[in-house]
T-cell receptor
Framework: KNQVEQSPQSLIILEGKNCTLQ??????????LRWYKQDTGRGPVSLTI?????NTKSNGRYTATLDADTKQSSLHITASQLSDSASYIC????????????FGKGTKLSVKP | ETGVTQTPRHLVMGMTNKKSLKCEQH?????MYWYKQSAKKPLELMFV???????ENNSVPSRFSPECPNSSHLFLHLHTLQPEDSALYLC?????????????FGPGTRLTVL
């Protein structure tokens, strides 16, 4: 069964610090991988999208990496801000599945002052 | 957030009630989706509409009934729900239902079934 596993489940960091969130997937075939940010009480918002041929992609202080060989992705957040507090969801596209997207459970990040 | 709107934002209903959730997208997209998000579980796809035609029904109980009158509007009609149906219901849209198109989500409706 195609799956997307994220770690850690939750994370607390101090404002200004960096952090890295992990995503491991077993989806095959694989087409692309997205990271979404979901603020509390809001819908997810797309941060990055990478195809299997891309190794890294940045969006401001967010940098996503992808290793298609080991089926791992990470989201690195630099100089964290209080507004980064949210759930970060890794989503992998599987052309063979219903709706095409396989969602991870997300990592809940809390940035403290 | 103005791209995809959902109403109401919060809903409390009894198991014998009938209610409807509404979703509207202003992005000119042709595909719309309903998802269920429960605590500590991944988003669960419920229904997919592409050009007003339902293309996926992901084994959803019949107490949930979708309606898509046009490409901009999507409804989820609810009747005789169970307490375990309490969750955040998210609507999304994308240009098409293809796997290359990014889905844009609404803010969700927080549903509580008593």
């Amino acid at each position: 069964k195609n799956q997307v596993e994220q770690s850690p489940q939750s994370l607390i960091i101090l404002e200004g610090k960096n952090c890295t969130l992990q995503c491991n997937y077993t989806v095959s075939p694989f087409s692309n991988l997205r990271w979404y940010k979901q603020d509390t009480g809001r819908g997810p918002v797309s941060l990055t999208i990478m195809t299997f041929s891309e190794n890294t992609k940045s969006n401001g202080r967010y940098t996503a990496t992808l290793d298609a060989d080991t089926k791992q992705s990470s989201l690195h957040i630099t100089a964290s801000q209080l507004s980064d507090s949210a759930s970060y969801i890794c989503v992998v596209s599987d052309p063979g599945s219903q709706g095409n997207l396989i969602f991870g459970k997300g990592t809940k990040l809390s940035v403290k002052p | 957030e103005t791209g995809v709107t959902q109403t109401p934002r919060h809903l409390v209903m009894g198991m014998t009630n009938k209610k409807s959730l509404k979703c509207e997208q202003h992005l000119g997209h042709n595909a719309m989706y309903w998802y269920k998000q429960s605590a500590k579980k991944p988003l669960e796809l419920m229904f997919v509409y592409n050009f007003k035609e339902q293309t996926e029904n992901n084994s959803v109980p019949s107490r949930f009934s979708p309606e898509c009158p046009n490409s901009s509007h999507l409804f989820l009609h609810l009747h005789t729900l169970q307490p375990e149906d309490s969750a955040l219901y998210l609507c999304a849209s994308s240009l098409t239902s293809g796997w290359t198109d990014t889905q844009y989500f609404g803010p969700g409706t927080r549903l509580t079934v008593l």
